[in-house]
């Protein structure tokens, strides 16, 4: 190994990845996200706008690591989905919002483990010929094996990774990555006949099933705060690879190649059903913000990324340290999924002094009026030739359960009731 330990870098990642869900949230409720609809992976200046609003930024400068990840597990949580190219938050991910950050984490987790939106395996980009078909394993069995080998992790203890490699091996939780024998001799190095892994020693345990391993936890178990890391720079981190034939101007196998070791914390204890609860330390919050009776939000310490962005979810940004509340503003962030309460929280505990009586009024004032108008759903709409004809089937014993009367011709069904609304008024005579 090029690195010795003493350039390693130990980072705790537990609160860091409670704020980062806050910050990736919002950035989706903003609508500053994209990613291919095609691969669904995030755009080049997507990943720079994660990676600049996450606590403490990426692992390393310049090269995505958490700031890839994310925008992959909010689409796999089923927190945001993809249209015209955007993400924007779904029902869950506005709820996400405003639920405690460990049963989001725990969540996306589960979720990626069972069904995630890439093969880790192919972010491992110098080893070729993943694409050609039946030539890898499926990715879901190779995640549950990974995530088993993190249960069997003492928590609060440094693990050193070829260690866990080992306790993998000795386990039979092997992610293997060849479907066959005939598909390890597709993969290669720099060249697919001389550099090809089939070759005796070339594709060995820790080349394949170890960079997928490092991979799946740096680039997710790491970025949701489930273990904390140890790491050095990837170029001449390792070098099991350097008897490949073409492996001399690799300086690295992988992004991944700096992890050294891993520390499952108490957030990844309860993730992993190891623990039945956890409680997060409670994080410090400085008064920053004093809010003024003409709805004027004015910064007076340091913002950090996420309260600049729930600032900008609330409130139109008209000077250098100032917001400005309006009712159109904040009609604007219940559309986006956002919550009032919220924002009142936030407020209440990132200001001077108690909030004035006309910003509570307006608060008060736009949650009134949005609650007075409420989106109950899809509906057929059904147009009888006359007021008798309507008046029969609403009345009817079976079919008026199922439609609401609008005026004296037509009929509200719920899309969900159509089957059922169609076979009751087939009984009446009626063929829609």
């Not at 405690?100 to 110098?126: C, H, K, N, Q």
């Not at 394949?208 to 178990?221: D, H, I, M, Q, S």
């Not at 962030?333 to 001077?352: N, V, W, Y």
Request: glycine share 8%.
């Amino acid at each position: 190994m090029a690195h010795d330990d003493e350039a390693a870098v130990a980072r705790e990642t537990e609160a860091v990845a409670a704020a980062n869900v806050q910050a990736v949230l919002q950035l989706c409720a903003a609508g500053k996200l994209r990613c291919s609809e095609k691969t669904q992976r995030p755009a080049a200046a997507t990943v720079a706008a994660v990676a600049s609003a996450m606590a403490g930024g990426d692992f390393y400068d310049g090269e995505p690591i958490a700031a890839f990840a994310w925008p992959l597990l909010l689409q796999a949580g089923g927190l945001a989905e993809l249209a015209g190219g955007r993400l924007q938050l779904t029902a869950r991910g506005r709820t996400a919002l405003a639920k405690p950050a460990a049963a989001t984490i725990r969540d996306l987790w589960r979720r990626w483990i069972s069904g995630g939106v890439i093969d880790e395996f192919s972010r491992v980009e110098e080893i070729k010929g993943q694409r050609i078909k039946n030539v890898l394993t499926a990715a879901k069995p190779r995640r549950q094996k990974v995530a088993a080998a993190l249960t069997l992790c003492e928590p609060g203890k440094w693990v050193e990774v070829d260690d866990l490699f080992a306790v993998m091996r000795r386990n039979g939780l092997d992610p293997v990555i060849a479907r066959t024998e005939r598909g390890l001799w597709r993969l290669y190095l720099v060249d697919p006949e001389y550099g090809s892994l089939g070759y005796a020693g070339f594709g060995d345990w820790p080349i394949l099933e170890g960079r997928y391993t490092l991979a799946v936890l740096f680039e997710y178990a790491a970025t949701l705060g489930l273990v904390d890391v140890r790491y050095v720079e990837p170029e001449g981190a390792r070098d099991d690879y350097h008897g490949n034939w073409g492996a001399d101007d690799l300086e690295r196998l992988s992004r991944y190649d700096g992890l050294r070791a891993v520390r499952l914390n108490a957030l990844g204890a309860y993730v992993l059903g190891l623990s039945t609860a956890y409680e997060a330390a409670p994080a410090a919050v400085e008064q920053v913000l004093k809010v003024l009776p003409n709805f004027d939000i004015v910064v007076t310490g340091e913002l950090t990324a996420v309260d600049r962005l729930t600032l900008d979810g609330y409130a139109a940004q008209t000077a250098d340290r100032v917001w400005t509340l309006s009712a159109r503003s904040l009609r604007d962030a219940l559309g986006a999924g956002q919550d009032l309460e919220r924002l009142r929280t936030f407020l209440d505990e990132r200001g001077h002094h108690e909030l004035p009586s006309t910003v509570t009024t307006l608060l008060a004032d736009v949650k009134r009026k949005a609650h007075q108008v409420r989106d109950r759903g899809l509906v057929r709409l059904i147009e009888a030739d006359d007021a008798a004809i309507a008046a029969l089937i609403a009345g009817d014993r079976k079919a008026g359960k199922l439609c609401r009367p609008l005026g004296d011709r037509w009929l509200a069904v719920p899309m969900e009731s159509e089957d059922a609304f169609r076979k009751a008024v087939k009984l009446l005579g009626y063929v829609l």
